[in-house]
């Protein structure tokens, strides 16, 4: 079988695309890579890179997007979640999102699997900090 090597980028369909990336520069410091109007696909797609671990977001805003606001239940993207070093830091996002006044659920232990801290995009999609407890992830 051919190998993947990680995850290239996450695209999401947001309602205001500068809105969205305002949210996205200041809650995670991500930067903007690029920023495109694709005329025949009839969207605009702005790419940011989070520092830390090079991850790529793309955000699009669709000129037809259907009316509605996300919803998990419906089949698709549940949620995305960024990866934690330990449950300190989960601590620690609570807290810039506190200063920030983002709303989150606050920290969930969630034994055996590990922690994590839930909290929402301005269109509502779903985000998630967590970390993994050591030895859930099979050693390579």
């Not at 980028?9 to 410091?29: G, I, M, Q």
């Not at 709303?103 to 909290?119: C, K, M, T, V």
């Amino acid at each position: 079988m051919p190998k993947l090597t990680g995850t290239s980028h996450v695209d999401l369909t947001v309602s205001d695309l500068d809105r969205s990336v305002a949210f996205y520069e200041k809650a995670l410091a991500m930067t903007q890579l690029m920023r495109a109007r694709i005329e025949q696909e009839k969207f605009e797609v702005c790419y940011l890179a989070e520092p830390q671990t090079g991850m790529i977001l793309g955000l699009v805003k669709h000129d037809a997007a259907r009316p509605g606001g996300f919803d998990p239940r419906v089949t698709g993207l549940d949620h995305l979640s960024f990866a934690v070093d330990d449950p300190a830091e989960l601590h620690a996002w609570a807290a810039h999102l506190d200063s920030l006044g983002i709303e989150h659920h606050g920290y969930s232990d969630q034994p055996p699997i590990g922690a994590g801290l839930n909290f929402a995009d301005p269109d509502g999609i779903a985000l998630e900090f967590y970390w993994i407890s050591p030895g859930v992830i099979p050693a390579k």
